[in-house]
């Protein structure tokens, strides 16, 4: 099978030769500066970014990512990490010129012709990612002053994500010109260890009404909706299904996502990610230990197992190879026990 095919068998429940052998978040910096320092030796192959081209040489199913985002260079950088770019409705307006730029200008004309031929062909898996409701206000508003928006300046957060909203399905649109893709995230990160950030009450009046603006089109064109939120999803998950998401990754084992109790809840939701990184250097038997935790859920069909989030610096060149073979033996065991 292609790397394609391999995983739209899997996102379809059916048996496929084995399952996807992928990385949907890129590695740390730190840990490739490690593994340069350990003898890895990579050259950017064409049309594909280094880090596309790594995945190639350590074997893995080929996904190209594009994160599609709603600023533009003239849009004025916050004074640090969090800090807010506009407080109020006039000062948003007043930077709003310099947001939602024309999608047929911020696409890639040739990267965009390039991703289309790999998916034809099969050789990639291929998807977007778009900033949803919650991570849109926050990347302006500020951290902080984000939570308190919600209760302070409703009628500025619900202008920013109409907006947003707005144009996430023009990008999407223009995106379709050139493929279909075969799954696109909604960059969210609104849970952290102790659970979600907002009330549901707060995601109903704020967020639910632009994803069911959002998410249906993009449905019906067989591009699968997906949810990234880091932290523990367990709570939010039940309010992302009821917006017609139909899956959610990274289920990061330190916030304690037990995936086994989310497939009970929702036998067809789709995962991806949940291999615990912290147990990586610790070596093959405490790796093995882990895929044979996943195991089960992988021989159900809709989860494509990989690392939790980026793989850490402190993950040896030497044990992310351990974790490769691991990975592809384990991938082919759930194939084979496909259903059992």
Known sequence: MTARERFLKTMNFE???RLP???????????????????LSVEKQDGLTMGESIQLHMGLDLNIQEWIGFKTKDTPKPAHHGAPI?????????????????????????????????????????????????????????????????????????????????????????VCKY???????????????????????????????YYEMMIPPMKEKGTRVIIDSDGDITMALDWFARAGIEGIL???RQAGVDLEQ???????????????????PYGEEAMRKEFERLLPVMKQGGFA??????????????NYHIYLRLFKEYTEKAAAEFGK
């Open 179 to 209: 493929f279909i893709p075969d799954f696109m995230t909604i960059a969210e990160d609104m849970s952290y260890n102790n659970g979600p950030m907002v009330s549901e009450e707060l995601f109903d009046e704020f967020m639910l009404p």
């Open 86 to 174: 506009v407080t109020s409705m006039e000062e948003y307006e007043a930077i709003k010129h310099t947001l939602y730029p024309d999608p047929a200008v911020r696409l890639n004309p040739e990267r965009m012709k390039f991703i289309a031929e790999k998916q034809k062909k099969g050789e990639a898996i291929v998807w977007i990612t778009q900033e949803g409701p919650f991570w849109g206000p926050r990347s302006i508003l500020g951290i902080e002053e984000h939570l308190y928006a919600f209760y302070d300046e409703p009628e500025l957060m619900h202008q920013i994500n109409k907006d947003l909203t707005e144009y996430n399905m023009r990008v999407y649109q223009e």
């Open 305 to 318: 197992p990989s690392v939790d989030h980026q793989t850490p610096p402190g993950v040896s060149l030497e």
């Open 250 to 252: 990274p289920l990061e």
């Open 15 to 17: 048996q496929p030769d």
């Open 21 to 39: 052998m992928m990385e949907w978040a890129s590695w740390w910096d730190k840990t490739i500066e490690r593994w340069n320092g350990e003898g």
């Open 262 to 280: 989310l497939r009970k809840r929702y036998p067809k939701f789709l995962f991806m990610g949940h291999f615990d990184k912290m147990v990586m």
